[in-house]
């Protein structure tokens, strides 16, 4: 006999056969994972790596779904929603890798032979975390596709090897269960052939899914089919209640699948007599590809207004929807995941099902993997330093204690020199102690005279800290970075140009072995900045403040705003800085600044 079981009674079912093998083990019953279970946990597996890079907000951002049914595509609450959204995501996302593909061979110089494109996938996946993290999501995608395929069609070979190829991904992202006992039942199906031939045989038939009508492709997993008669047994009354009542129950596990017979047979009768089977995929009507093929559209435009994560050149991984960049533990998790949940994979079907040396139930390590939602372990607290400082102390001062025991120590000897790793009076765990500026402030205000002129000056020149009039110029309405620019800060400037010649806009520069880069990380530490990449579309983050407190994101600003404001059409000079070069609104001689 082959029976079905979802993950709880199919690891129940395993620990029955290998402990009374005579009655009950696998010579005399095969014993299945549910099809339905496992691809409920791979659209969760899914969800754990796109949770939070954008994915969802694109497909609400498409009209694809709507803002609840979005979030919950994450957690496979709908398994027919949440396939239908991959099923859109991979189209769209093959959409936009070949037009990258097809730029890329644009691009090349006349004789040059362009590379193929898996080859050139593989080369930009080694160079650019954007491109490696969707086109690691585009082929898991394809797999999982390839994986109901093979249930839909009844091919149980290629069942097998598309789940061979999921199965790493539960140990990398921490599905124990699944990752515990898919191998058990992959093992199972790949013995059958020797040990069970004929259930082999009708295996390869297709018999290991159930075909419910006569339409093409609509094979379902065992468990789905017991889940259906279920929903038909249960009635509207569902089954509340019945296992606290012995007879009750009898009655309906006796009746109620005869009862599910009978209200399909019933259903079947009803069909027109004479009508020709339709033997066509219910997806194949004029309607679903339709809608099917405008939400690929759709969303297809939207990622590449968000920005097609395939033409991406940099170093950074972006969430498609704010542009917020990744923190760089995400960008090595997701360079190294697949290849740490196959060697997780091997090691543990070696360990436990080849050689036998540990038991199937010990514990399966978790990995600790920095993933969009799971940002990284923050450092130590400062109270938490000072206890280690004061263990090293400890520790220090012992050994001097019983060196001196032993030796003719001189104590005021030792304390001449420095016995630790940084001197305390100057420094804070290794940091250098810093003041407050703002104490200066009225001892600098005493040595100027205040004047009050009334209005402003007509002079020359204006210079501006840039730095300082970004912390002062909140964003406002402003929607985007451009919008920024237009009604924020190049209205400021030219405010300026009323009573002067020139503005002369000077930016700040950060940089990463300074003094004041130890101050600006302190500073960040204490509260959370957030990293975004600044460009023309991208969305002005919520906290003004927050995002100031990243230095990356105040160079990639300035440059943005230097280019911005001379770009300005006046007939009065704008100069600005630009990293280490000069900008300006008119042609001049900069020899002589």
Request: net charge negative; charged share 25%; aromatic share 8%.
């Amino acid at each position: 006999p082959v029976i079905t079981m979802d993950q709880p009674l199919y690891a129940l079912a395993k620990q029955i056969q290998w402990n009374w093998p005579v009655t009950h083990g696998e010579d005399h019953f095969v014993v299945m994972f549910g099809g339905l279970h496992i691809e409920m946990a791979v659209l969760k597996v899914l969800g754990d790596l796109l949770e939070g890079s954008g994915w969802v907000e694109a497909l609400v951002q498409a009209k694809v779904a709507t803002p609840g049914t979005a979030d919950s595509l994450l957690k496979a609450c709908h398994v027919t929603k949440a396939r239908r959204a991959h099923q859109v995501t991979v189209s769209s996302l093959y959409f936009v890798l070949q037009k990258a593909y097809s730029e890329y061979k644009n691009d090349l110089a006349e004789g040059d032979v362009p590379m193929g494109l898996e080859d050139w996938c593989k080369q930009k996946s080694l160079s650019c975390p954007q491109f490696q993290f969707w086109y690691l999501i585009f082929q898991l995608q394809v797999e999982f596709l390839i994986f109901i395929s093979s249930i839909r069609e009844g091919n149980f070979l290629l069942y097998i090897d598309a789940l061979t190829k999921i199965v790493p991904w539960f140990f990398a992202l921490g599905h124990t269960n699944y990752a515990r006992w898919i191998p058990v039942h992959l093992r199972d199906m790949n013995s059958l052939k020797c040990n069970q031939p004929s259930v082999y045989d009708y295996f390869q038939k297709g018999k290991f899914v159930v075909q419910k009508t006569t339409r093409s492709f609509s094979a379902i997993a065992i468990d789905q089919a017991h889940e259906q008669n279920n929903a038909v047994v249960k009635g509207d009354g569902g089954a509340v209640g019945l296992t606290e009542n012995a007879s009750a129950l009898q009655r309906w596990m006796v009746s109620g699948p005869e009862m599910a017979r009978i209200i399909e047979e019933f259903q079947a009768s009803t069909d027109k007599v004479g009508k020709a089977a339709d033997t066509r995929h219910h997806e194949e009507s004029n309607p679903v590809q339709v809608s099917f093929a405008q939400d690929v559209q759709s969303l297809t435009d939207t990622i590449e207004q968000m920005g097609n994560p395939f033409t991406e050149t940099t170093n950074d991984l972006i969430v498609l929807d704010t542009r917020d960049i990744a923190h760089p533990a995400i960008v090595e998790s997701m360079s190294q995941i697949e290849k740490l949940g196959t060697n997780q994979y091997e090691l543990y079907v070696q360990e436990r099902l080849v050689e036998k040396t540990k038991n199937i139930n010990e514990p399966i390590k978790r990995n600790k993997v920095a993933l969009f939602r799971c940002p990284p372990v923050k450092e130590h607290s400062k109270s938490q330093q000072q206890l280690s400082s004061l263990k090293n102390d400890c520790s220090l001062f012992s050994r001097l204690y019983v060196a001196s025991q032993i030796r003719d120590g001189d104590m005021e000897k030792f304390f001449e020199h420095e016995n630790q790793s940084y001197p305390p009076s100057v420094s804070d765990n290794g940091k250098l102690k810093t003041g407050n500026k703002a104490d200066l402030l009225g001892l600098l205000e005493a040595l100027v005279s205040s004047r009050n002129t009334g209005s402003n000056p007509t002079v020359d020149a204006v210079i501006l800290d840039g730095a300082a009039i970004v912390n002062m110029l909140p964003p406002g309405n402003a929607k985007t970075f451009s919008d920024y620019a237009d009604q924020k800060f190049g209205p400021y400037v030219l405010n300026q140009l009323k009573h002067a010649d020139r503005v002369d806009v000077v930016w700040d520069t950060y940089l990463s072995d300074s003094l004041k880069a130890e101050t600006r990380s302190k500073r960040s530490k204490r509260r959370r900045g957030i990293r975004r990449r600044v460009e023309k579309s991208s969305p002005i983050p919520g906290n003004w403040k927050d995002f100031l407190l990243i230095s990356e994101n105040k160079t990639e600003l300035f440059s943005f705003l230097a280019s911005s404001v001379t770009a300005i059409e006046t007939d009065k000079q704008i100069i600005s800085t630009y990293q280490e070069e000069i900008l300006c609104t008119q042609p001049r001689d900069m020899l002589s600044l």
